[in-house]
């Protein structure tokens, strides 16, 4: 029988990842991901998880460790945070470059300076374009769920790529919730041992991420490129696969109240759950609101969303990030291109909130839809709104 | 290699671009690099293989008369070897000449 306990949600992804059966943990503590590491460091201390837990000097080590440990042909996780993923960042490229499965929880986090340990999502729009397969949770059912479906994305023959799932700092990762946990059997069966095709072994030696002059890097870069794209449907055969033997639902966009909706806001990570209350709310007083929800971030899921939005007036997006001297937030200047091409499409307004940890409160969303009505309708001088910061 | 590099398309290549054939890049023709030859007097050759020693592409080989010469299939044409040799056998000359 499955389980309903009550647990910190860090806690839980290393409850989960000990469910997985990793065989390797390579990790750097940074907040606010530390507990995750921290927990699957005493499971393995404890003997209770048969893994080879590598601790290492910095998370640009840690992902190196992974690279390694992957191309073996292990089952490999590893889990960081704000500028630890930063630190990361040219070996992310190398990991999704060489096909390499592995999974890594984000537990998302404010760039430094000044100094935040709080959430947003800085940390993960810095890496959109590493060629990771890159899942949004917003409750911890969600991160445990999807840690169980990250590795076996990852690990499919037709996909083998790194998959990152990203859970708001703090917001997320440092609640206690009620979680199901799978039975062991359950779990196995629904995750078969990684068969990693071309696994590093002397009896047959291979080269990864070797030298291409230009007369072969560019199909190189293709091949990924093609690769990346077709991992949505084997990510959607997954989901459903996994909604079959535990019913629970995942797709990558998800859509709230969104029947005859004109005006839809929509939003990634934990924030998503207040977003809902504040729906409810005007759906109680008449409102023809929604929330849509953006679950895969990589591969843009850009039919889905399509079929989502076209039936809007408006769609307010709500980034928790901000590209410098561009043309708002990077979640909605992708929207704004994904629907720049479409004969019907909802006026597009942008709104970049919650960052470094700053609470975006149910009254917070009225405002922004209220607002984000108020522009689409009389128009407005800013590239995008910027919401909370006192004047 | 099945096919040579030029013909690849990007299906034809292993996931990751992983390489599956060890020491291929023994197929690598680095002399296409060269803007410079060496040519050789072998009639001041003392033997020495001191050219080869400072070959930095490790492509300098005894010909069967004992002589030292550069494989011109790696040879990049960098003139260490000219620059080196005591006794002047070697000449760099412009590749087209």
Redesign the interface.
Known sequence: MAKKVGMEVSVAVGEAVKLANADVIAAYPITPQTHIVEHLAELVADGELDAAYIPVESEHSAMSACLGSAATGARTFTATAGQGLELMHEVLYVASSMRLPMVMTVANRALSSPLSVWGDHSDVMAVRDTGWIQIFTENGQEVVDNVFCAFRIAEDQKVLLPVMVHLDGFHLSHVIEPIVFPEQSVVDKFLPPNKYPLPLHPDKPVTMGDFAPPITYPEAKWAQEVNLRASKEVILRIWSEFGKALGRHYSPVESYKTEDAKVLLLTMGSFSETAMTVIDKLRGEGRKVGVVRLRLWRPFPFEEFRQAVKDAETLIVVDRALSFGGPGGPVCSEVRSALYGEAKKPKVVSFVAGLGGRDITPAGFETIINKGIEISQKGSENEFEIFGVRD | MTKP??E?????????????E?GN?AQYKTGDWRSQRPTYDFTKCIECGLCQIYCPEGCIWQNEDGYFEADMFYCKGCGICARECPTRVITMVVEEE
């Open positions: 590099e030029g690849l398309t990007w299906k034809d290549l292993e996931i990751g671009a992983i390489v599956t060890p890049a």
